[in-house]
């Protein structure tokens, strides 16, 4: 006579320890996948910003040295100051503006059209080089606060330095002629030009119009100003382009720009009250592509 086969099964002691250790196993790889995802979005960040750097370049090689607009315009400026620039505003098929706040809401396509209209397109074919993989703003929106959310899905990760983009002297934010020729520019190893933005719209701006503008000397548009906050999109860290044609990332060391990047309205922009001893702002000061010496 066959003994009867038993069936056993877990106990609940033993599925707790089971789900117990699954539990430790993805809290000890999280952040070692958060780490290969990071270093992923900046690798082809990176690559963006060299690429973006080689059109500026080729740009300049075809236009006599002459640099190209970097003052991305809105819709109410005239045409004679917009005809150069590197990019435009969000814009319909047939070129219509779509960047103001209430009007009619911007698709992705818009976002690019503004991308394809820019003097640098014909270097680069390729919108995903405009934005960085690591930017969820064309997701998810920005910290900005207006009710329909779908006016911030800002697509372009990258902007240049006032001092770069204008096109007269009266569109930068202070009294420093903006440069006009490549060769102007001292030092390329160390001067960084496409710079890693967080820029999160107001119920008018919804999306990142003119420069980036950093005025932190006491002689600037107001005394002791950050202004525009940079990226954030590589944890503690921001990607930037230099004129001699490499990229690098900079990491923010000081918690008062962490702060800032993240919520600009928490430190207020007239002064900043962390601009003494900010080794961040030294950096960007000292690599700035107008030099300045650094007063603090």
Same mark, same amino acid.
């Given at each position: 006579?066959?003994?009867?086969?038993?069936?056993?099964?877990?106990?609940?002691?033993?599925?707790?320890?089971?789900?117990?250790?699954?539990?430790?196993?993805?809290?000890?790889?999280?952040?070692?996948? @958060?780490?290969?995802?990071?270093? $992923?979005?900046?690798?082809?960040? =990176?690559?963006?910003? !060299? &690429?973006?750097?080689?059109? #500026?370049?080729?740009?300049?090689?075809?236009?006599?040295?002459?640099?190209?607009?970097?003052?991305?315009?809105?819709?109410?400026?005239?045409?004679?100051?917009?005809?150069?620039?590197?990019?435009?505003?969000?814009?319909?098929?047939?070129?219509?503006?779509?960047?103001?706040?209430?009007?009619?809401?911007?698709?992705?396509?818009?976002?690019?059209?503004?991308?394809?209209?820019?003097?640098?397109?014909?270097?680069?074919?390729?919108?995903?080089?405009?934005?960085?993989?690591?930017?969820?703003?064309?997701?998810?929106?920005?910290?900005?606060?207006?009710?329909?959310?779908?006016?911030?899905?800002?697509?372009?990760?990258?902007?240049?330095?006032?001092?770069?983009?204008?096109?007269?002297? @009266?569109?930068?934010?202070?009294? $420093?002629?903006?440069?006009?020729? =490549?060769?102007?520019? !001292? &030092?390329?190893?160390?001067? #960084?030009?496409?710079?890693?933005?967080?820029?999160?719209?107001?119920?008018?701006?919804?999306?990142?119009?003119?420069?980036?503008?950093?005025?932190?000397?006491?002689?600037?548009?107001?005394?002791?100003?950050?202004?525009?906050?940079?990226?954030?999109?590589?944890?503690?860290?921001?990607?930037?382009?230099?004129?001699?044609?490499?990229?690098?990332?900079?990491?923010?060391?000081?918690?008062?720009?962490?702060?800032?990047?993240?919520?600009?309205?928490?430190?207020?922009?007239?002064?900043?009250?962390?601009?003494?001893?900010?080794?961040?702002?030294?950096?960007?000061?000292?690599?700035?592509?107008?030099?300045?010496?650094?007063?603090?």
């Amino acid at each position: 006579m066959n003994a009867k086969r038993i069936k056993k099964g877990f106990t609940l002691i033993e599925l707790l320890v089971v789900i117990s250790i699954i539990a430790l196993l993805i809290s000890i790889l999280m952040p070692a996948l @958060n780490k290969a995802r990071e270093q $992923a979005t900046g690798s082809v960040c =990176l690559g963006n910003q !060299k &690429n973006l750097m080689l059109a #500026y370049i080729m740009y300049a090689d075809e236009n006599d040295d002459r640099l190209v607009g970097g003052y991305v315009p809105r819709s109410d400026q005239t045409s004679r100051l917009v005809q150069h620039q590197w990019v435009f505003q969000p814009q319909a098929d047939d070129g219509s503006p779509r960047d103001f706040y209430g009007g009619t809401v911007p698709t992705l396509q818009d976002r690019i059209n503004g991308l394809k209209a820019g003097k640098l397109w014909k270097y680069l074919k390729n919108h995903e080089v405009y934005n960085c993989p690591g930017d969820t703003r064309v997701r998810k929106g920005t910290r900005n606060t207006a009710p329909d959310k779908r006016y911030f899905y800002i697509y372009r990760s990258y902007s240049l330095p006032d001092v770069l983009a204008a096109t007269n002297d @009266n569109q930068i934010n202070y009294a $420093a002629k903006p440069f006009r020729k =490549l060769n102007q520019i !001292k &030092n390329p190893t160390s001067r #960084y030009s496409f710079v890693e933005v967080a820029f999160a719209g107001s119920t008018n701006l919804i999306f990142n119009h003119g420069g980036w503008s950093f005025q932190p000397w006491p002689s600037g548009y107001r005394d002791g100003t950050w202004w525009d906050p940079l990226g954030y999109f590589h944890n503690r860290a921001a990607s930037f382009s230099f004129f001699d044609g490499h990229a690098e990332m900079h990491n923010w060391v000081h918690e008062g720009t962490w702060e800032f990047f993240q919520n600009p309205s928490s430190t207020g922009l007239s002064p900043n009250p962390h601009i003494a001893g900010n080794e961040d702002i030294k950096w960007l000061w000292m690599n700035y592509p107008e030099y300045h010496q650094y007063p603090y």
